[in-house]
């Protein structure tokens, strides 16, 4: 993918489709990486939209995912929606929710053996 190779040995960029999250320790280091991360754009081409532009944030939802320095943790409403997802009766509906819980397995603990059970009617189809 193109912004992968524009953002590549750059091991404090996370990248997304047009998404670009900058993960600094500092202030300092922040303006360090975003010099950069703008020689780098600057250098493939790529203009970005001020307006859809965030900087020196310490905290913000990326991904179903918030962060913030204390870690980061699955969105509220994800888990809101994986704990009210309608008990599945078909095989299509299993394999959604499995989805929906599959995205958060790194922060259940124990993943693999509760989601175990599910898994094997999958199998079984």
Do not use: W
Not at 22 to 32: L, P, T
Not at 109 to 114: E, N, S, T
């Amino acid at each position: 993918r193109f912004i992968d190779e524009v953002t590549r040995g750059l091991d404090f960029c996370y990248a997304y489709l047009d998404d670009i999250l900058v993960a600094s320790q500092s202030e300092e280091e922040h303006d360090a990486h975003l010099t950069q991360l703008f020689q780098r754009l600057n250098d493939y081409g790529v203009r970005l939209n001020p307006d859809k532009c965030m900087f020196y944030a310490a905290e913000l939802d990326f991904l179903g995912c918030h962060i913030s320095p204390q870690g980061i943790r699955p969105l509220g409403s994800k888990v809101v929606a994986i704990r009210e997802f309608p008990q599945p009766t078909t095989v299509q509906e299993l394999r959604q929710f499995l989805g929906c819980v599959n995205f958060y397995r790194r922060f259940i603990p124990r993943a693999a053996v509760l989601l175990s059970p599910l898994e094997r009617l999958l199998a079984a189809q």
